[in-house]
């Protein structure tokens, strides 16, 4: 993960960017001119974003008229307010998180366009010191959060499909940058966690970890989607295309070469080890294809029952439709 230090240097690197103005008067890939756009990722910067620094180290970006500025994430919510003050044009969106700011009135402005996981990420990790192999292992056990994470918001489905009693575990709650240390030192028995961290938290732990994934019960979960704000997309759709189009480029690049995204990903941020990085990217394989025709491609029927597991267990209401979260006209198809 990266330091606070190194966090307040990207954050500050993106503090002022122009507006966008109409799609014509914006540059066209080979006219020579570059727009500005930064992008935030879901949090922190960690291996799973390799495939922002191979668009930008290939010149993926700059084939499609565009310099990005990379900025670490802090959380569903708090990416979708850097779209909301047009801090940033794009943002790395869990779905589930999404849909709950939707019905909850708060962040709406906004939808996604190309997914990144086909699956939800989510997941609890436990060391093999805290005897838990199976789900129904964490009953009594303390598990760490943070406040406003959608895996604990999700816990109760997962935990009823997969047969565990709810009730019956202690959480505890941790600010994000405390979790891991916590889980590390013995504190915790289970943290919440992302499946596509494992290598970074085993170099850490020096020993191997226990991974419960959500996505062994719940299939029909998306996990996280680049989105930007509705009235970008309405103004500006072939910025947003242009966008989407490089950013999947790298993201297949980084797929088919793990070493080398991992390399560039260590080059753009010193502090993370080139082998972790490449290490994440191959766990991100079976969540970032996950059956999809084309990388990205979001389905307006699976988005429905999408949504249909989130009601299920009351977190939103009635009546959200899958067009409310994305924008099936922007979503690759090919």
Known sequence: ???????????????????????????????????????????????????????????????????????????????????????????????????????????????????????????????????????????????????????????????RLAGLDEATVRWVSLAPPLIRPALLSGQLDASTEIVVGRPALEAAAKQSVTMLPYSDVMRDLYGNAIGASTSLIERNPGLVRRFRDASLRGMRWTLDNPDAAGRVMAKHNPTYRAEVAAAEVRQTVTYVRGGAPVLGHLDEARMARCIAVVQSIGLVRPGLTPDRIAAFDLVPTA
């Open 1 to 159: 993960m990266l330091t606070r230090r190194s966090m307040l240097t990207n954050l500050g690197a993106a503090a002022t960017l122009a507006g966008c103005g109409k799609e014509e008067n914006r540059p066209k890939p080979g006219t020579g001119k570059v727009e500005d756009v930064t992008f935030v990722t879901g949090f922190n910067i960690t291996g799973q974003d390799s495939y922002v620094f191979a668009a930008i180290e290939n010149g993926f970006y700059r084939d499609a008229g565009l310099n990005v500025t990379v900025v670490p994430g802090v959380g569903t919510r708090g990416n979708l307010q850097y779209l909301a003050r047009d801090t940033a044009q794009f943002a790395t969106i869990d779905i589930t998180g999404g849909l709950l700011e939707i019905d909850g009135g708060r962040l709406t402005d906004f939808r996604v366009f190309a997914a990144i996981y086909q699956l939800t990420v989510s997941c609890i990790v436990a060391l093999p010191a805290a005897n838990i192999a199976s789900p129904r292992d964490l009953a009594g056990k303390r598990i760490g959060y943070s406040e406003g994470g959608v895996n604990k918001t999700i816990f109760p489905a997962y935990a």
